[in-house]
């Protein structure tokens, strides 16, 4: 490979690397910033994603005209795939572990149809256990 | 006279239904894992080697911890499914660049918890819509209703009911992309029957 090939294939990497840690940092600007769990979780989970992603792909560029045999193009890939796929699952449980325990601010929410569906669902129990009340009531009745 | 042991029986037995619990399709993927993992992919003796190993791996692996199969399972549509990769990509960068001016714009930024319905029954192309639909920033998944295939996500930064819809949208692009990329021909009928449903609705 020509050395001006090597050169640019470190400049691409060098851009790459340099904007994933910068959206890193937006993450831990916006994790510092955002005042309740659910926004949070944004940066948390976010920004981070794509820098990671940056950072896998700039190692990777300046992993291609180097041998290394600790870890190759495809490690980097299987770290990349796994983030993507363990860091919903970590975030999902998060946020409804949060939202469940009531530890989020519903004044900053502007609509939520969780809120909503969560309390149709209650009300369709209370209902049903008041039925059954009622229900029981009268078996005693008659009896 | 004793009767000829029963526990050996019940083992063979319980083997073989152990056997049947392997998929060589997901043995395959884990072999790929194994691949990446000992950098395989290089012409040499040793490569030939490790797809064996690999593959030995991932069957005793499913012996000792048998799953339920991938019911519907799926099937990789080549053109669509560059296209689902390309879009989400797109989303990604597009969002992580919303979310950077939300973060450095001052004030308090409002958000909502929208439900958004889905339009296939198959539970993959659930878990791969809330999958991607977290990775893409700017939205988290808060809650998922299975029976009603409903999805609950918390937009950042949607306060107006322009922008819940235009959240709500998004998903719906998304749950298309995936489907057509990823779906079976059951999943993407059941789509085409939605969208056709839908368009005459509006």
């Known amino acids: 490979m020509s050395d001006t090939f090597v050169q640019a294939l470190d400049w691409i990497a060098v851009l790459c690397l340099l904007a994933g840690a910068l959206l890193t940092l937006v993450a831990g600007i916006g994790l510092v910033r955002f005042p309740d769990l659910l926004s949070r979780m944004h940066t948390a989970a976010k920004p981070q994603v794509l820098g990671l992603l940056l950072v896998l792909v700039g190692l990777a560029i300046r992993l291609i005209p180097v041998e290394t045999n600790v870890f190759n193009v495809g490690t980097l890939a299987l770290v990349g795939l796994f983030q993507i796929v363990t860091i919903p699952v970590a975030g999902h449980i998060a946020a409804r572990v949060g939202y469940r325990s009531g530890r989020i601010q519903h004044d900053l929410l502007v609509e939520d149809a969780l809120a909503d569906r969560?309390?149709?669902?209650?009300?369709?129990?209370?209902?049903?256990?008041?039925?059954?009340?009622?229900?029981?009531?009268?078996?005693?009745?008659?009896e | 006279m004793i009767e000829p042991s029963p526990p050996k029986s019940i083992r063979a037995m319980g083997l073989r239904r152990r056997l049947g619990k392997i998929q060589i399709s997901v043995a395959l993927g884990m072999t790929l894992v194994w691949m990446l993992l000992f950098d395989a992919f290089q012409l040499r003796p040793e490569s030939l080697g490790l797809l064996l190993l690999g593959f030995l791996a991932s069957v005793a692996i499913m012996l000792v911890f048998p799953l339920p199969p991938i019911k519907p399972g799926f099937r990789f549509w080549p053109v669509q499914g560059v296209w689902m990769i390309v879009y989400i990509t797109w989303k990604m960068f597009v969002a992580s660049f919303q979310v950077t001016a939300q973060i450095f714009t001052p004030g308090t930024v409002h958000s909502s918890v929208i439900s958004v319905k889905q339009r296939t029954?198959?539970?993959?192309?659930?878990?791969?819509?809330?999958?991607?639909?977290?990775?893409?920033?700017?939205?988290?998944?808060?809650?998922?209703?299975?029976?009603?295939?409903?999805?609950?996500?918390?937009?950042?930064?949607?306060?107006?009911?322009?922008?819940?819809?235009?959240?709500?949208?998004?998903?719906?692009?998304?749950?298309?992309?995936?489907?057509?990329?990823?779906?079976?021909?059951?999943?993407?009928?059941?789509l085409e029957e939605a969208l056709a449903s839908g368009e005459e609705r509006v």
């Not at chain 2, 609950?152 to 322009?162: I, K, M, N």
Request: charged share 40%.
């Open chain 1, 118 to 142: 969560i309390a149709e669902k209650e009300r369709a129990q209370e209902e049903a256990e008041r039925q059954e009340e009622r229900e029981q009531e009268r078996a005693e009745r008659t």
């Open chain 2, 121 to 190: 029954g198959s539970d993959l192309m659930l878990v791969c819509t809330a999958i991607v639909t977290t990775v893409i920033p700017g939205s988290v998944i808060v809650e998922v209703g299975q029976a009603e295939r409903e999805l609950f996500v918390h937009v950042l930064g949607a306060d107006t009911e322009e922008k819940v819809r235009n959240a709500e949208k998004d998903v719906r692009a998304l749950e298309e992309r995936l489907v057509r990329g990823l779906g079976t021909r059951a999943d993407i009928a059941e």
